[in-house]
């Protein structure tokens, strides 16, 4: 593997970062090809000054305290260059074409960390002074449009300079440790399998929550909204990866193939149905972690006119095949939640005779909890005897609890761009999402936005810190259900 990474946006945020940290501790445990070039190009031209030392700072500061490796250091700060260049502007990426990426046996990954809108210019550049060739890949990231026609819009003009093998569009979800781990739970072990259907499964529920609000990036996340900025894109993709049926193997078009059949499963939603069975919420002030914290609307940034975007979208979801019908997926995400956590239930049915009585009360089936974060792990809740000798045989729900922290006490977990980009290095497109994948998502999170806007319906207040409006409660509830916390 000999290669070259451009980054273009490299003064950026998600830069500094996520990829140049993920990039340190792929030097660190030894993963970067030796002659690896990390090429950074911005147009401010007062970021080439220093840039190595500002890199330093940032990885200091998000290594909690963890210090730099001084001889990896080394190293990895010499395969670091930063470049004044207008990416959009052909005579100045010819500069590069001409002076650093002059060997065209080198792979070349080109990491677009700008903002959607100016893919396409740059695309036509880079084709424009021969970058773009057969050892050429490309990287990019949401949002991918705002709906199914404005992704088409992006995804044609890459399509018309590269082929699909050659875009890597990154869900960082998707190179999560544990979510990798959901495809060796289902699929390295005999045990689920046989269980994971709408025989043995009452429902699925699938939670990211956290208690950051918009801070920082108000205008960006209001245009968008927790349906396209969480639902659309980390949700599904979890949905995908729980619902999906055994891909052949590990390759990208086996996986992609079964993803893609679970998104065009998805009921698609009439008004009705947005009606009753989706939430959207707006947080208000209140308190996080002890600490009065601003509604959206008064957040920094804030639009004075106020707005409509909802910060939280509950969302009872059916899947139409033989595996899963009538099996809700209940979707909530949210920002300023009481909790942070990502975690994905799945409820198993209750025995189907009750030989221990009114001990098996609703709330005892078997649990299988996987969780994303904070704390990786997966728990299985059993019922089990309580050791004594009484009569009754009394019975509690026990966990079978496995933290991967316990487990693999030496190990490391790598964040999830390290993975990613590994994986993009090597070629291997398996955790990244196909143009088809991304389109079916939109045109079922298109129903739900076409859905709100016809019924007026407007997000529902709830406290910062709480659990969301006390609809997304009832949405469950409904059903004789309830959020699992
Ligand atoms: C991003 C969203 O994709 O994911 C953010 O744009 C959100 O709004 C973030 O905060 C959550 O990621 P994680 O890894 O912290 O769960």
Redesign the pocket.
């Known amino acids: 593997m000999i290669c070259d990474i451009l980054i273009i946006g490299g003064d950026g945020d998600l830069a500094f970062r996520k990829l140049y940290p993920a990039l340190y501790h792929l030097d660190l445990d030894s993963c970067l090809p030796s002659c690896l070039r990390i090429v950074s190009v911005s147009r401010n031209s007062a970021s080439a000054e220093g840039f190595a030392d500002k890199v330093r700072s940032l990885l200091l500061k998000h290594k909690d305290g963890e210090a730099v490796d001084e001889a990896v250091w080394k190293r990895f700060s010499a395969r670091l260059q930063h470049m004044a260049i207008n990416a959009t502007s052909e005579a100045e990426l010819a500069r590069l074409r001409t002076h650093v990426f002059t060997d065209t046996s080198r792979d070349l990954i080109v990491y677009l960390a700008t903002p959607p809108a100016i893919f396409a210019p740059i695309c036509q550049s880079l084709w424009a002074v021969g970058l773009v060739r057969d050892n050429m890949r490309i990287v990019i990231e ?1 949002p991918l449009g705002h709906d199914r026609e404005s992704f088409l819009q992006i995804n044609n003009s890459l399509a018309a300079l590269f082929d699909e093998d050659q875009v890597y569009r990154i869900d ?1 979800y998707l190179g999560k440790e544990t979510v990798q781990n959901l495809l060796a739970m289902r699929f390295a072990n005999a045990l689920f399998e046989p269980l994971w259907n709408s025989n043995y499964i009452d429902h699925v529920q699938i939670t ?1 929550a ?1 208690t ?1 609000g918009a801070e920082g990036r108000w205008q960006f ?1 209001d245009e968008a909204g927790a349906l396209r ?2 639902v659309q894109n ?1 949700l599904l993709q979890l949905l995908c990866l729980v619902a999906m049926e055994p891909p052949a193997s590990l390759a990208p078009w086996a996986v992609h193939d079964e993803k893609l059949k679970v998104l065009r499963s998805l009921a698609p939603m009439s008004k009705r149905d947005v009606h009753d069975n989706t939430v959207r919420g707006q947080y208000v002030a209140g308190n996080n972690g002890g600490q009065a914290v601003p509604g959206y609307t008064q957040e920094e940034g804030a639009k004075a006119s106020g707005s409509l975007t909802e910060t939280f979208v509950a969302i009872k979801a059916e899947i139409n095949n033989w595996r899963w019908a009538g099996v809700p997926f209940y979707l909530r995400t949210g920002k300023r939640m009481q909790k942070r956590f ?1 975690e994905i239930v799945v409820q198993f049915n209750e025995v189907p005779h009750a030989i221990f009585g009114d001990q098996m009360r609703s709330g005892t089936a078997n649990r299988l909890v996987i969780r994303l ?1 904070p704390e990786e792990g997966i728990r299985l809740h059993l019922l089990n005897k309580v050791p004594g000798l009484d009569d009754a045989m009394p019975l509690e729900v026990v966990s079978l609890n496995l933290s991967l922290s316990d487990v693999f006490t030496h190990r490391r977990v790598p964040d999830a761009y390290e993975r990613l980009l590994l994986d993009v290095m090597r070629g291997n497109s398996t955790l990244f999402m196909r143009a088809d994948q991304v389109e079916a998502a939109w045109q079922w999170v298109d129903g739900i936005a076409a859905g709100w806007h016809a019924g007026k319906q407007r997000p529902m207040p709830y406290v910062a810190g709480s659990w969301g409006p006390s609809e997304s409660i009832a949405l469950i509830a409904r059903d004789g259900r309830n959020w699992q916390e």
């Open positions: 949401k960082h990211a956290e950051v996340y900025d969480m980390h990502s974060q």
